[in-house]
T-cell receptor
């Protein structure tokens, strides 16, 4: 079974600084997706960034980028120029190809605090 | 695109009562998912539909839980004879099947408190 591990229950960062959230996963599949979702307090979960396993290039979305190490099964999220609005729970998630029946598998999350 | 809508947003019920949650997915999405999330944990998969067919159920979905999507549009999740351990947020999500890149969009969740 696929598992996703987030080893940092809580992280904090100064406003305008950079923070990296860690995620490792376990799978025997060769083709899959990895995601980072953000869940602000009492608000819906939104997709931050997505990485396809067959793409070697790390995904980037504005201030958010990932470091995808397929051999190490590692998928970390880097947030640059942190803003107060980045404070939230961040969940790393995994799924196989869309045609498969495997749903999203989530880690337990990392709570990010941003200090003004 | 009005997003995934869930109702009610909050429900407090007495142990032993039945509760039902409704989810309206994004209109052109044919896949619909239910997840459960407890405090301090990530969402856990419960079940999913493609159109009206329920294709997979997690072992977390006990006999007291039933989900339906009768016309392939909205879905309901019913919990019978609620227990305190059912207290959680129930998340609905939807996506388009058949595309390689099909982002899953989540609703705001329905909070259940069983007292």
């Amino acid at each position: 079974a696929q598992t996703v591990t987030q080893s940092q229950p809580e992280m904090s960062v100064q406003e305008a600084e950079t923070v990296t959230l860690s995620c490792t996963y376990d799978t025997s599949e060769s083709d899959y997706y990895l995601f980072w979702y953000k869940q602000p307090p009492s608000r819906q979960m939104i997709l931050v960034i997505r990485q396809e396993a067959y793409k070697q290039q790390n995904a980037t979305e504005n201030r958010f980028s990932v470091n995808f190490q397929k051999a190490a099964k590692s998928f970390s999220l880097k947030i640059s120029d942190s803003q107060l609005g980045d404070a939230a729970m961040y969940f790393c998630a995994y799924r196989t190809l869309p045609s498969g029946n495997t749903p999203l598998v989530f880690g337990k999350g990392t709570r990010l605090s941003v200090i003004a | 695109d009005t997003g995934v809508s869930q109702d009610p947003r909050h429900k407090i019920t007495k142990r032993g009562q039945n509760v039902t949650f409704r989810c309206d997915p994004i209109s052109e999405h044919n896949r619909l998912y239910w997840y459960r999330q407890t405090l301090g944990q990530g969402p856990e998969f419960l079940t999913y539909f493609q159109n009206e067919a329920q294709l997979e159920k997690s072992r977390l979905l006990s006999d007291r839980f039933s989900a339906e999507r009768p016309k392939g549009s909205f879905s309901t999740l019913e919990i019978q004879r609620t227990e305190q351990g059912d207290s959680a947020m129930y998340l609905c999500a939807s996506s388009r099947a058949g595309e390689r890149e099909n982002t899953i969009y989540f609703g705001e969740g329905s909070w259940l408190t069983v007292v």
